[in-house]
């Protein structure tokens, strides 16, 4: 039996003005942004799985938690008592 998967486009943008408005309590920066989105997207592929995987189309990537998608999934599970046991992600670079 195959595990139903999710597909997500993280699409690309242009940011056409950027300002920097100051820093956070949690070392990000708060932004005052104009962007247009572009047809030009990463694709995303989520399934249920046995651990939490992260695969890409891109041997460059890091492979660690210094990877945005595998952080993110890290902090979406740590805040959603509803989430899914273990995910797998397959990531395809586009951008």
């Known amino acids: 039996m195959t595990k139903a ?6 699409r690309a943008k242009i940011n056409l003005g ?3 408005l100051g820093l956070r309590p949690d070392g990000y920066h708060d932004i005052c ?12 592929h989520f ?3 046995s651990a939490n995987r992260l ?3 891109d041997a460059a990537l890091p492979q660690d938690e210094n990877n945005l998608a595998f952080r993110a999934l890290r902090l979406f ?9 273990a995910i797998e992600i397959h990531l395809e670079k586009k951008i």
């Open 5 to 10: 998967v999710l597909t997500e486009f993280a």
């Open 18 to 20: 950027l300002k920097v």
């Open 33 to 44: 942004s104009l962007f247009q989105t572009v047809d030009l997207a990463d694709v995303l």
């Open 47 to 49: 399934r249920q799985g």
């Open 55 to 57: 695969y890409y189309s």
């Open 77 to 85: 599970q740590q805040e959603n008592a509803q989430a899914p046991g």
